[in-house]
């Protein structure tokens, strides 16, 4: 396992309020994602990290914001959290891996956090 | 924009086999790639395609034709634990992202 976590794992806050989550891993992977799963959408990119502080937006970006001030911690941040990213929320990494026709880099994703905003 | 279409349902016997296509269109292409999710849990890594081809990994096998812009997962042997989620992902820039079709649930019935 790429030893992945995610903390904390259930939330429930309020309209407003800042929430930070973070996604902790322990074997150097440089490429980090962020994504939000709701029904009917499947998993969409929010932001990315491809090193220390070095960081880009996904898909879904606005209302959230990252930081990467080391290799193993990639935090999101909801400014000011609305009832619409109310979600599931899972951390990635990029590991490679080899079959026998070519080498690939999959995605090993975390527990996921699932978030509710009343 | 990117998207990539899959069946959002399938039902299938334990035993018998099943095909969950994705067909795609996106601005860059370097693989496709098959996730399974079991309800609850985080998405597991299945499969990739880089090549036109079939890739076969134990009971399931993936497929692509880069002309076509169109994948399938095929599942044999069906189980009750295949009951699940899966996702096809296109890699669409050589960074490492990738995009996700919307999910496709398989049922297996007994």
């Known amino acids: 396992d790429a030893g992945i976590t995610q903390s904390p794992r259930h939330k429930v806050t309020e309209t407003g309020t800042p929430v930070t989550l973070r996604c902790h891993q322990t074997e150097n992977h440089r490429y980090m994602y962020w994504y939000r799963q709701d029904p009917g959408h499947g998993l969409r990119l929010i932001h990315y990290?491809?090193?220390?502080?070095?960081?880009d937006k996904g898909e879904v970006s606005d209302g959230y914001s990252v930081s990467r001030s080391k290799t193993e911690d990639f935090l999101l941040t909801l400014e000011s959290a609305t009832s619409s990213q109310t979600s599931v929320y899972f951390c990635?990494?990029?590991?490679?891996?080899?079959?026998?026709?070519?080498?690939?880099?999959?995605?090993?994703f975390g527990p996921g956090t699932r978030l509710t905003v009343l | 924009g990117q998207s990539l279409e899959q069946p959002s349902e399938v039902t299938a016997v334990e035993g018998a086999i099943v095909q969950i296509n994705c067909t795609y269109q996106?601005?860059?292409?370097?693989?496709l790639s098959w996730y399974q999710q079991h309800d609850g849990g985080a998405p597991t890594f299945l499969s990739y395609?880089?090549?036109?081809g079939l890739e076969e990994t134990g009971r399931f096998s993936s497929f692509l034709s880069r002309s076509d812009s169109y994948g399938y997962l095929l599942l044999q042997e069906l189980q009750m634990k295949d009951s699940a989620s899966y996702f096809c992902?296109?890699?669409?820039?050589?960074?490492?992202?990738?995009?996700f079709g919307k999910g496709t649930m398989l049922l297996v019935s007994p």
């Open positions: 990290s491809y090193g220390v502080k070095d960081t």
């Open positions: 395609n880089a090549l036109d």
């Open positions: 996106t601005s860059g292409f370097y693989g």
């Open positions: 990635a990494i990029t590991r490679g891996g080899t079959s026998g026709t070519y080498s690939y880099n999959e995605q090993f």
């Open positions: 992902a296109v890699r669409d820039r050589l960074d490492s992202t990738l995009t």
